[in-house]
C-alpha cells in the first residue's frame, strides 16, 4: 500500500527507517541568504549525509566540477545565476542528480511549469516545516537511489547478454568443428570409392611394367605407356588427397581479409563431386558473376555457410524427379549476393518462421539437428550479413545470403579469436 503524502504536521510514516538510505550521499544547498543557509545547517545536521553549501549559482557549479552530490536544493531568485538557470546546468552537466527548489516565490505557473519540464522533482515554498524538508530530501535521495539501482542492473544485464553472446559464438564454433569432422565420417565411403580408381589403375600399370621388364622384347614403347598411366592415377590420388586435406584443415586463427567468394565456390562443387551421388545424379548450374567486388572474409567460414546450405539442398531433392542445383553469385548494390537453389520437396509455410531455430529440423531422427540453417544465420549476421529464403512445396527452395562488400582500407586485416573444438 503507498505511504500518504504527509499533512499538516503529521510525520509520523515518514521516519528514517521507513525509508533507510542505501548509500553515503552528499546534498548541495544554493541560497543567497546568509541567515537562510545557517537555518538549514541547523535543520539537517543530524541527516545522515553530507551536507554542502554555497551562496551563488556560480559557486554551486565550482563545487559541482570537484564533488559529487545526489540532490540539488537552489533558491531561485540569486543575483547573478538565478535558481532555474542553475538547475538547467546542473541538468545538462549531470542528468541523474535529483534537482529541487527552496523559494519564496508562490506563483503556482511558474511551480508547474519547472515540475513538468521534468527540471525539477520538487518545489518547496519558504517559510518551510523542518520536518517536511528532511522527508522530500529523504525521498530525493530514495529516488536517486532506485535510479542508481537500476542503472546497474541495466548494466550488469548488457555485461551479461555480451558474455552469453561470446558463449554462443564459441559454442557455434565448436559444433561446426564437430560437424566438419563428421562430413569426413559421412563421406568417407565415397571418398575411399573414388581412391579405390586411380589406385587400381596405379597397381595394374606397376604389374604391366612389371610384365614388360621381365620379357625378352624390347619394352621401351610399353614401359613409357605403363608409366603414363601410373603418372595419371598418381596426379588422380594426388588431386584427390589434397582436397580432402584443404577441406578439412583448420586455422589455429581465422583471419578476415579481402576474398572473392566465387572460387570458393568452385572448390565446394568439386569437393561434393568426390561423391558419385552428386557427380553423375545431381544437375548442376554455376552462374558466378565475374565482375562482382570483394568482401572481408574468411575462406573458411564462406565454406561452411555453403556447405550447410548445398547439404540442405541435396538433403531436399533425395526424392525430387528432377535434382538441379543452381549456385549463382550477383552483385547488388553494396552486397554481394550468394543464391544457392533446389529443385527439391521445399518448405512448408507452417515452418518458415522456424526454420532459422536452433534444434528444429524437419528431417528424420538421426538425420539432422536442427543446427545447420541456424550456424549459417549466426555467421551470417557476424558478417553484418542477412539471409532470406523462399520456398514452394514440391517445388523447391532458395536461399539468399547478402554479404556486404569491401568499402574501407583492403589492406587491412582483422583477426578473430577461434574457440578451439
Not at 537562510?36 to 541527516?47: D, F, G, V, W, Y
Not at 548442376?284 to 565475374?290: I, P, R
Request: charged share 25%.
Amino acid at each position: 500500500m503507498k505511504t500518504p503524502e504527509p499533512t499538516g504536521n503529521n510525520y509520523d510514516a515518514w521516519t528514517l527507517k521507513a525509508h533507510p538510505l542505501k548509500v553515503s550521499h552528499a546534498v548541495l544547498v544554493v541560497d543567497d541568504d546568509r541567515q537562510i543557509r545557517s537555518a538549514i545547517k541547523r535543520t539537517l545536521r543530524n541527516e545522515p549525509y553530507k551536507l554542502v553549501v554555497a551562496d551563488s549559482g556560480m559557486q554551486a557549479l565550482d563545487i559541482l566540477s570537484g564533488e559529487t552530490v545526489q540532490v540539488v536544493v537552489s533558491d531561485l531568485g540569486m543575483p547573478g545565476m538565478d535558481g532555474m538557470s542553475l538547475l538547467a546546468a546542473v541538468a545538462d552537466r549531470s542528468p541523474d542528480v535529483i534537482r529541487m527548489v527552496l523559494s519564496g516565490h508562490s506563483d503556482s505557473r511558474l511551480i508547474l511549469d519547472a515540475i513538468n519540464s521534468g527540471s525539477v522533482y520538487r518545489y518547496i515554498l519558504k517559510p518551510w516545516d523542518n520536518d517536511h524538508l528532511k522527508i522530500v530530501i529523504r525521498q530525493a535521495l530514495a529516488l536517486w537511489d532506485l535510479q542508481a539501482e537500476r542503472e546497474a542492473l541495466l548494466d550488469a544485464l548488457q555485461t551479461h547478454n555480451q558474455h552469453l553472446e561470446k558463449m554462443v559464438a564459441q559454442r557455434t564454433l565448436q559444433m561446426l568443428a564437430v560437424e566438419r569432422q563428421a562430413d569426413i565420417g559421412r563421406y568417407a565411403s565415397q571418398i575411399v570409392h573414388n581412391l579405390s580408381n586411380p589406385l587400381h589403375a596405379l597397381s595394374a600399370a606397376l604389374q604391366l611394367l612389371d610384365v614388360y621388364v621381365s620379357g625378352d622384347r624390347p619394352v621401351k614403347e610399353k614401359m613409357e605407356k605403363g608409366l603414363h598411366i601410373a603418372r595419371s592415377a598418381a596426379d588422380d590420388l594426388r588431386e584427390i588427397i589434397g582436397s580432402i586435406l584443404s577441406h578439412a584443415r583448420e586455422e589455429a586463427q581465422f583471419t578476415l581479409a579481402p576474398m572473392d567468394v566465387n572460387p570458393v565456390i568452385e572448390k565446394e562443387i568439386t569437393f561434393f563431386e568426390m561423391s558419385p551421388d552428386f557427380k553423375y545424379k545431381i544437375e548442376k548450374e554455376l552462374l558466378l558473376d565475374t565482375a562482382i567486388p570483394r568482401i572481408r572474409g574468411n575462406p573458411i567460414q564462406i565454406k561452411q555457410i555453403l556447405d550447410n546450405l548445398i547439404k540442405n539442398a541435396l538433403d531436399a531433392m533425395a526424392d525430387a524427379p528432377v535434382k538441379r542445383l543452381t549456385v549463382q553469385t550477383v552483385a547488388e548494390e553494396d552486397h554481394v549476393v550468394i543464391r544457392v537453389s533446389d529443385t527439391g520437396q521445399g518448405i512448408s509455410p507452417e515452418h518458415m518462421d522456424r526454420i532459422f531455430s536452433s534444434n528444429f529440423t524437419t528431417k528424420p531422427v538421426g538425420q539432422g539437428t536442427g543446427l545447420g540453417l541456424a550456424s549459417v544465420k549466426t555467421m551470417v549476421e557476424a558478417y553484418s550479413g542477412t539471409i532470406q529464403v523462399a520456398s514452394t512445396v514440391d517445388r523447391g527452395t532458395t536461399f539468399d545470403v547478402r554479404l556486404p562488400v569491401i568499402k574501407a582500407d583492403p589492406k587491412k586485416t582483422i583477426h578473430l579469436e577461434r574457440a578451439e573444438p
